[in-house]
């Protein structure tokens, strides 16, 4: 990631790499989160000792790092990252440990709300359906 060779990784290098991930998130049809937006984020997550400038020291000290390049090379893990319920993050982050359960009921609730959207994206058409003409007065 460091373009230049300098050990630090700088805003642009960072915003060279997002580039690539907004690109494919707009391909997917989503809207990326602006730039200045995940750089807060990762500025806070990280927390390099010098303000602005990432080391690989800063990422060897921090515990999230993984999330940091997922940000910026692996798209299906960013978007796994931030569909994630954030009282589960929180407790990931924190240290703590979560148990069997609340990950059980996380996932069956994911679950639930996806059945949810497709139901309703498929009652949606049905209702587009029913609304479109099909008289045979019209001759062919």
Known sequence: MD????GVLSMYELQYFYQ???????????????????????????????????????????????????TFFNIEKYLDHEQRDPLLA???????????????AAEEYDNLVSEETTILSLCSIIDELTTINFSCEQPF
């Open 3 to 6: 373009l230049d060779g300098d």
């Open 20 to 70: 690539e991930q907004c690109q494919k998130l707009e391909a997917m049809a989503i809207e990326p989160l602006p730039f200045e937006d995940c750089l807060c984020q990762m500025l806070d997550m990280v927390k390099p000792e010098i303000p602005g400038m990432i080391t690989l020291r800063d990422l060897k000290r921090c515990k999230l790092s993984h999330i940091f390049f997922d």
């Open 90 to 104: 929180d407790a990931e982050t924190m240290g703590q440990e979560i148990s069997d359960w609340e990950r059980y």
